[in-house]
């Protein structure tokens, strides 16, 4: 299988810019992506980085460290369902694709996604969106952005492919908005987490919802 990992590295994660700074946000996507492709890795599977741009243009920490495996980074700076979708139309085997801001995946729960038949195999993302797929269907393309999930699953019953969801917190959880960002220090140990960590980023427990807070 092919394990494509999109990311977008030059002015990341823009939804979170009321508590980062550009650099910040530039290593907290940058540690999301190595976490990603740390767990891809121990699931005896290469990532393929899809970047926008060269990964030394953005960022100033090392991916390749401690991710434990070989990858390759694939340049491609057309907009994401594009990007995505030439890799499909070249592929001869199964495609999965998988977010570079799902800091809590582990090599567990994307088995989990990978195993399970289906022409199309979808982990949707809370609000709407598409996390991780896998794509075994031919003629099958994407369509990210809005209600993505809604809109894959309209794609695949159009050309005919067998589609299965996946119920999963951990892949369901993207790191889009200041709110997600607890749960990283909730449920994960990794990269992303000590990256918050070294960014002054604290629990702060109120009444209700916890959340992170920095002075
Ligand atoms: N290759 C590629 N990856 C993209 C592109 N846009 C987003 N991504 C990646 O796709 C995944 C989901 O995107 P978003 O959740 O919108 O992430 P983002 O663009 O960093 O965040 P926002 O600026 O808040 O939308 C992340 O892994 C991004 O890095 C793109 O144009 N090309
Ligand atoms: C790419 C997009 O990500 P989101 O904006 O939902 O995080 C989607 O899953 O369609």
Not at 45 to 70: F, I, M, Q, R
Not at 105 to 113: D, H, I, Q, S, W
Not at 139 to 153: M, T
Request: with cysteine.
């Amino acid at each position: 299988m092919q394990v494509v990992v999109p990311f977008a590295g030059r002015t990341p994660k823009s939804r979170l810019e009321a508590v980062l700074s550009l650099e910040e946000r530039r290593d907290f996507a940058r540690a999301m992506l190595a976490d990603v492709c740390g767990a891809v890795v121990a699931t005896g599977n290469s990532p393929t980085v899809l970047a926008t741009a060269p990964l030394s243009e953005t960022t100033v920490t090392s991916l390749e460290a401690g991710t434990g495996g070989e990858y390759r980074v694939e340049i491609d700076d057309r907009p994401l369902s594009p990007a995505v979708n030439a890799l499909l139309e070249a592929a001869d085997e199964p495609v999965a694709i998988v977010m570079a801001d799902l800091a809590l995946a582990t090599p567990v729960t994307l088995e989990g996604l990978f195993e399970i038949n289906g022409d199309v195999v979808i982990a949707p993302g809370r609000g709407g969106g598409t996390n991780a797929m896998v794509v075994r269907h031919p003629s099958f393309r994407v369509d990210y952005h809005g209600a993505s999930y809604l809109d894959h699953r309209q794609g695949a019953r159009g050309v005919g492919a067998t589609l299965e969801t996946v119920d999963s917190f951990r892949l369901a959880t993207d790191i889009d908005e200041p709110a997600d960002m607890v749960e990283v220090w909730l449920h994960s140990d990794s990269r992303s987490k000590a990256t918050l960590e070294a960014q002054g980023f604290h629990l702060e427990t109120t009444e209700g919802r916890v959340r992170l807070a920095r002075d």
